[in-house]
């Protein structure tokens, strides 16, 4: 089992389990669900945790060269460690991101378009779901509603930042200030895959007046190239009449030549 092999196999089912985690966080948080009627979704979200986890400990395991797979991706080990500590819960949607990432970005390689589409979509989703758990119940609180979260959050990603809305709690204003990075990072790609389109036709453009002018050239020269080859035929033909008029012309000058020695 290699650690490629051991991707592709858990590529969907982690697929799911993110799906499942991003379910039942979306439930506890929207319907604001405490007490003894939570329990059920913390255990959903300690066992798709655990999954996650066992995921990242999986990677490690298979990689070829440990210790530069462990240097090079320290940043999930946080995210596996650090929301043990309950403050720091709203972590786990980090993971949820990853993992989103990994699966449907490699799905969608190649169509830059409805992945950014998704992916903003995602972050925005997220984005809300993290910013109405740490800030509806909070004193003085702004928002307090899914849908004041999810227009937050909107206008957050595109750095329009209206003020109407916004967090009081210093994890929401991390939040904010994450979906504030994102919103800046899909726009790059946005702008990037625009440019990228543009240069492509530009490109293509380019080749097809080249191949229309190569076109016109050769139709341009069909008609000299077979004027030559006439005039080629020709002048084959007019070496075989000289040759032969040649030939004959010796002929008879040697059968005079015999006439005049025999008198």
Known sequence: MTQARYRDLVEWPLMATALIFLTAYAWQVIGRVSGADAIPFEVI?????????????????????????????????LIVVLPFFRPLRLLRLVTLLSVLQRT??????????????????????????????????????????????AWWAVTTITTVGYGDLYPVTPIGRIVAAALMMSGIAVLGIVTASIASWLVQRIEENAEDVAAAAEKKAVAAEEPVRAEMADLVTEIAALRME???LR???????GSQIGQERET
């Open 45 to 77: 979200l300690w066992i798709t945790w655990g999954i996650f986890a066992l995921d990242y400990f999986v990677n490690l395991w298979l990689a070829e060269d440990r210790m530069r797979w462990f240097l090079w991706n320290l940043h999930e080990l």
């Open 104 to 149: 449907v970005g490699e799905t969608l390689r190649g169509r830059v378009a409805t992945y950014v589409a998704g992916a903003a979509a995602m972050l925005i989703l997220v984005g809300a779901l993290a910013v109405l758990d740490v800030e509806q119940n909070a004193p003085d609180a702004k928002i307090t509603t899914f849908g004041d979260a």
């Open 242 to 244: 000289i040759a032969e």
């Open 247 to 253: 030939q004959a012309t010796e002929i008879r000058e």
